[in-house]
């Protein structure tokens, strides 16, 4: 439907970051499939405005992977939660996204929502991001591929 609408939800899904190896071997990270592919937990939610058949807005999709090594260094601190803000644009039930899945990475990719019930607002998302890194350092640093897909339930209204 036409107009403002906020949207929230709750999932799952699957991480891949190359870095998580790469950065924490000197760790004891072991070199395996587990090290660098790791279950997700996260929350979403977005602000978008529609209008016919075009839907935009703004969200943040926050995941915490889940594995031993799932940390990167961030400065003098290491990060665990991954904060992918965005902009989406599309149809209402399917947009393209694009923002910066930090620490390192332009994050683009697509989300597909079906209302499950249209009573109570309930929806079903999914989602994918492609991480593109971004050279840090001058250039002498250019973190290895990151990609996510995901599951959540949450509310529309």
């Known amino acids: 439907s036409d107009g403002l609408h906020w949207r929230v939800g709750a999932g799952a899904g699957w991480m891949y970051d190359g870095d998580y190896f790469l950065q924490n071997q000197d760790s004891g990270a072991p070199r395996e499939v587990s090290t660098v592919n790791v279950a997700s937990p996260l929350v979403t939610g977005a602000v978008t405005w529609g209008s016919g ?10 995941q915490l992977p889940l594995g031993e090594y799932s940390v990167l260094p961030s400065g003098e601190a290491v990060v665990r939660l991954r904060t992918h803000p ?20 332009v994050g683009v990719g697509g ?13 079903l ?33």
Not at 53 to 62: N, Q
Not at 91 to 97: F, V
Not at 111 to 123: D, I, K, S, W, Y
Request: proline fraction near 7%; aromatic fraction near 10%; avoid cysteine.
């Open 86 to 105: 965005h902009a989406q644009v599309g149809l209402p039930w399917l947009k393209l996204t694009a923002g910066f899945m930090f620490p390192w990475h």
């Open 53 to 62: 058949l075009i839907e935009a807005g703004a969200g943040v999709d926050v």
């Open 111 to 123: 989300r597909a929502q079906v209302v499950v019930n249209p009573t109570l607002g309930l929806e």
């Open 125 to 157: 998302t999914g989602a994918f991001v492609q991480g593109i890194g971004v050279p840090l350092d001058g250039g002498s640093f250019t973190p290895d591929q990151m990609r996510t897909g995901w599951v959540a339930v949450g509310l529309r209204r």
